[in-house]
């Protein structure tokens, strides 16, 4: 770990360090369970309604309710406006959302009625992806929803060859040296991997190193969002 | 007062209560080797070695036996579909009516948007079965209904109903409360309705307060002053 002394991110941040993370439940009055997540500048909000009754009624599902996860970057979330509405990358996360969350997920009580859950980013520096599915997770469980466990996410990244965590904006479009490889990976507190993803390149006992060190930071997260499910309600 | 004998204590999914084999999982708790393990947010609660976690969120779960507000959605040929706040619709068939019915004119007994008070008879995989043939239970042709959130409803009642007999005594009105949030009130003026709906949220905003009774007993003596004032 020589490198890790000499090696400077951006911000000035610790390799293993990531950036200050706010919790937050009960956040939208109006929806069956919400919640807020943070990665610095990086807000994301979600919001679940139902279990309800699925429509159109040919998606019904007569073996186990579904799991329907919306992912939208708002308009003004980045510095150049993103046109609204759905496009292939939110229709891409969307879907890569429900994968990470449906396996703790206990939805086969729930015959025909879907969960619908709907997350937004307010304000997006890197990791976006990451902090919507803490949020969703966290939505979920308020949302009163049966769960196995709750699920951590967060990106690690590959800076030249130095491995870092919680990449940022800056840090993901890094391109000295090998350049920049960002690893979102999801787990359980128990080190169960619920989704992983790739973008760059890596040797296989890198990988290995990397999911060592996310199973380490996904804990400090699960303690800030245990943290935010216990201190809404004061007995 | 006296102190609660079973301590509470909130609980995210994957939580381990307790460890030990001589523990029974209850609702919302499972058993994995010898540790039980939460399934939902709540409170966890023990007695006689059952853990129970109540649920604090989420949508109503309806139960055979529950006393119900809904709202009739359509006629059809045998009954009623009334909707009750819940995804899976209710169905009350015309046995279940007290009452001799014209089967080509059903509208006379209950029509679209009449509001009614039944009990639960059945759930099942197909849908939920109401009855209103018994005493308390029909339609509703007078006073108000608001709407709490349904995992509150345990609060509102109190232990053995003694908080929902302290707002009846206190506002001197008729208050039917359906397991499913929805409460009807009923009373001789409208300003005494006003003041159970009132006392109704003051409920279900403090849900978590330990003593709830007391305070709402002072609130009552509060409010009574409040408009004694405004009346001289």
């Known amino acids: 770990m020589s490198t890790a002394k000499i090696f400077k991110r951006p911000d000035g941040r610790k390799p293993d360090e990531i950036r200050a993370m706010e919790a937050k439940v009960g956040v939208i009055p109006n ?37 329907r996860c919306n992912y939208s970057m708002l308009s003004f979330s980045v510095s150049e406006r993103i046109k609204p509405g759905p496009n292939r990358r939110s229709t891409e996360i969307s879907k890569i959302t429900e994968w990470a969350l449906e396996p703790v997920l206990m939805i086969k009580k729930y015959p025909n009625m ?19 599915i803490n949020a969703a997770a966290l939505a979920l469980a308020h949302a009163g929803i049966p769960m196995r466990d709750l699920v951590s996410s967060i990106s690690i990244g590959k800076l030249d060859k130095q491995l870092v965590v919680d990449l940022n904006k800056e840090e993901e479009d890094w391109e000295e040296g090998e350049g920049s490889t960002d690893i979102p990976i999801t787990m359980t507190p128990n080190g169960e991997i619920t989704h992983i993803q790739l973008d760059g390149r890596i040797t296989s006992e890198e990988l290995k190193e990397v999911i060592g060190l996310a ?9 800030v969002q245990k943290k935010a499910l216990k201190d809404s309600i004061k007995i | ?113 009449d509001m009614i008070v039944a009990k639960i008879i059945g759930v099942t995989n197909r849908g939920i079965d109401l009855t209103i043939k018994s005493r308390g239970l029909g339609k509703i042709d007078e006073g108000i209904i608001i709407k709490i959130n349904s995992n509150r409803v345990p609060r509102v009642i109190g232990k053995e109903g003694s908080m929902i007999n302290l ?47 007391d305070e709402v007993k002072k609130w009552f003596e509060k409010e009574k002053k409040k408009t004694m004032e405004k009346s001289e």
């Open chain 1, 31 to 67: 929806a069956n369970g919400s919640a807020m997540f943070s990665f610095g500048d990086t807000i994301a909000i979600a919001a679940v309604y139902g279990p309800r009754k699925m429509h159109p009624q040919h998606q019904q599902n007569p073996e186990k309710g579904t799991l």
């Open chain 1, 114 to 132: 879907v969960v619908d859950v709907h997350i937004n980013i307010l304000q997006a520096n890197a990791s976006t992806r990451c902090a919507g």
């Open chain 1, 215 to 223: 199973e380490k930071m996904t804990k400090e997260v699960y303690e």
């Open chain 2, 1 to 113: 007062m006296i102190k609660d004998k079973i301590e509470r204590k909130v609980v995210i999914p994957g939580e381990v209560i307790v460890k030990g084999e001589d523990y029974l999982p209850g609702e919302g708790a499972e058993k994995k080797g010898d540790e039980i393990i939460t399934t939902r947010y709540g409170l966890a609660e023990e007695s006689n070695k059952l853990i129970k976690v109540i649920a604090l969120s989420g949508i109503y779960q309806p139960r055979r036996g529950n006393i119900i507000i809904g709202k009739v959605e359509n006629i059809t040929f045998y009954g009623w579909v009334i909707d009750i706040d819940c995804p899976e619709g209710a169905f009350l068939p015309l046995q279940e009516v007290p009452k001799y019915v014209n089967k080509d004119r059903l509208n006379d007994i209950l029509d679209i948007e």
């Open chain 2, 167 to 213: 707002i009846k005594k206190e506002s001197d009105c008729n208050v039917t409360v359906g397991q499913n949030g929805l409460i009807w009130i009923k009373g001789n003026k409208i300003d005494d309705e006003l003041l159970v709906k009132k006392a109704i949220m003051f409920v279900s905003e403090k849900s978590f307060t330990s003593g709830l009774t």
